[in-house]
């Protein structure tokens, strides 16, 4: 009891998961009930702060489950293993399911995630009986979401979201919370698996419009927004964001007056055709409150983020800069110092929040700008 008490201890010092760390994973105690204490830990003190995940089938999850739990049936694991947050952060994970070992070697070695301990729920009626004193015992399909946002999103959805309302409630006259939060949309360009997207469907209020050329990642989001019950507000659609061939050139391109210059008159209509798709995908298309990107850059997307944005909306963008850090090594995927803000500022939004060469855990440099649309 006391080793494992210890091990969450030195797990909560927010230093990265270490080797010696993995170390101590495989020394964890698997005993069954002497991981109750650290449950109890979980409730009481660290009041529910960090991932416990289900792994019994979701028969069992959804007759009887514990409050802020994450259900991830031991067999979709490995699919699913992406709506984990990242590896190497200082997260615990309680992990519930009858075959200790074969958790031990199939989620922490394989996939390098840390295990403090295992509780075995099936036929513990002491431990249910103590859990439901605490009304913390439900059923049905409610699961915790897990996997994180960009912290870029996270740290300033509040700010957008605040001045999306007071604009609303301006201009509709309108100071009722409902009617004003069912119209915010956003658009996610390079969506991946749709972290984002899911985290701003999760919250409440925001339909987000998810593009990617992925079907595998797309699928991804869809299945976990239809798992997560959020598929009503979150759409996909599987487009080509480069429609035309774009390198080093555009470095040059005068974005204050559109023009893009070594461009043919082809690859303009293609962008122009690019730029209507996009819009027409918004609500009466009229555009976006919030255009979102992360880690995906194509300069030519630039000024037609710019223009599909609707006035008072926002830009919130992050993606890799020089020098490269191994990935991305190209510089067409690398933002040169200071482009995201001379970019936007010459499109005349207002710049909230920007952050020049701030490092990634890996080490990688990005660029992040939250950059609002002026409202004449
Ligand atoms: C590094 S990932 C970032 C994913 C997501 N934004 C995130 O932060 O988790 C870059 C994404 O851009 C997408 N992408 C790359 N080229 C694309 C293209 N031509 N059209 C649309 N999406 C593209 C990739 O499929 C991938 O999902």
Request: hydrophobic content about 30%.
């Amino acid at each position: 009891m006391t080793d494992n008490i210890d091990t969450i201890k030195k797990c909560c010092g927010c230093t990265p998961p270490s080797g010696d760390q993995q170390q101590q994973t495989q020394s964890i105690d698997l005993s069954v009930h002497s991981h109750h204490g650290i449950l109890f830990k979980w409730i009481e003190q660290f009041k529910f702060s960090y991932g416990v995940i289900d792994l019994r089938d979701t028969i069992q999850y959804q007759s009887k489950h514990i409050k802020h739990t994450t259900s991830i049936p031991f067999n979709e694991l490995p699919i699913r293993i992406f709506e984990l947050p990242p590896r190497g952060q200082e997260e615990e994970y309680i992990v519930t399911k009858e075959s200790l070992q074969q958790v031990m070697n199939d989620l922490a070695f394989r996939s390098g995630y840390i295990i403090h301990f295992v509780i075995n729920l099936e036929d513990d009626s002491h431990l249910w009986q103590k859990l439901t004193k605490l009304d913390l015992v439900q059923s049905g399909s409610q699961s915790r979401l897990l996997w994180q946002a960009c912290s870029f999103l996270t740290d300033s959805i509040q700010e957008v979201e605040d001045s999306l309302r007071k604009e609303k409630e301006k201009s509709s006259m309108t100071t009722t919370k409902e009617s004003i939060e069912t119209i915010i949309t956003a658009l996610d360009l390079g969506c991946g698996s749709g972290r984002d997207c899911l985290y701003l469907a999760q919250r409440g209020g925001w339909t987000a419009v998810g593009v990617d050329n992925s079907d595998t990642l797309l699928s991804k989001m869809t299945e976990a927004a239809n798992r997560y019950n959020l598929s009503d507000r979150i759409q996909s659609y599987n487009i080509d964001l480069e429609p035309v061939q774009s390198d080093e050139p555009y470095h040059d391109t005068d974005y204050s007056n559109r023009q893009l210059k070594s461009t043919t008159k082809e690859d303009l209509e293609k962008l122009q055709h690019l730029e209507a798709t996009l819009l027409n995908l918004s609500p009466g298309q009229e555009g976006y409150e919030l255009v979102n990107v992360a880690r995906y850059l194509y300069r030519p997307l630039l000024p037609i983020i710019a223009s599909i944005v609707k006035p008072g909306g926002f830009v919130l963008y992050h993606t890799f800069m020089v020098p490269s850090n191994g990935k991305p090594k190209r510089p067409r995927f690398l933002l040169n110092y200071n482009e995201l803000k001379e970019r936007f500022l010459s499109s005349k939004f207002e710049i909230i929040k920007y952050q020049e060469t701030k490092l990634l855990e890996d080490g990688r440099p990005v660029q992040f700008l939250l950059a609002r649309k002026p409202i004449n």
